[in-house]
């Protein structure tokens, strides 16, 4: 089983920054997927960024540019850097991890924007 711990939401302005982190127990394997997707109020969940092993990144278009992700093999933990935050960001972040044809989902964390 694998559990995944989330910490780093919060409020934030338009502009500002903010650091994810979300931390994987459990049985973890090293060639795995680990990254974030975002379900903003009213819509359905979408990519925000994803880290296939040690270094392929894959985000989605509406955040390239301003997030970055990466992550720490020895901590099993991943982190998404959000810079150039817009109201648009706002929504709950959930970290997930792939394995073996399972995912495994955090619970959530908040991110609000304000303009």
């Known amino acids: 089983q694998v559990q995944l711990v989330e910490s780093g939401g919060g409020l934030v302005q338009a502009g500002g920054s903010l650091r994810l982190s979300c931390a994987a127990s459990g049985s973890i394997f090293s060639l795995n997927t680990m990254g974030w997707y975002r379900q903003p109020p009213g819509k359905q969940r979408e990519l925000v960024a994803r880290?296939?092993?040690?270094?392929?990144?894959n985000y989605g278009d509406s955040v390239k540019g301003r997030f970055t992700i990466s992550r720490d093999n020895a901590k099993n933990t991943v982190y998404l850097q959000m810079n150039s935050l817009q109201v648009e960001d706002t929504a709950v972040y959930y970290c997930?991890?792939?394995?073996?044809?399972?995912?495994?989902w955090g619970q959530g964390t908040q991110v609000t924007v304000s303009s």
């Open positions: 997930y991890l792939q394995q073996l044809d399972r995912a495994y």
């Open positions: 880290i296939i092993g040690a270094v392929t990144t």
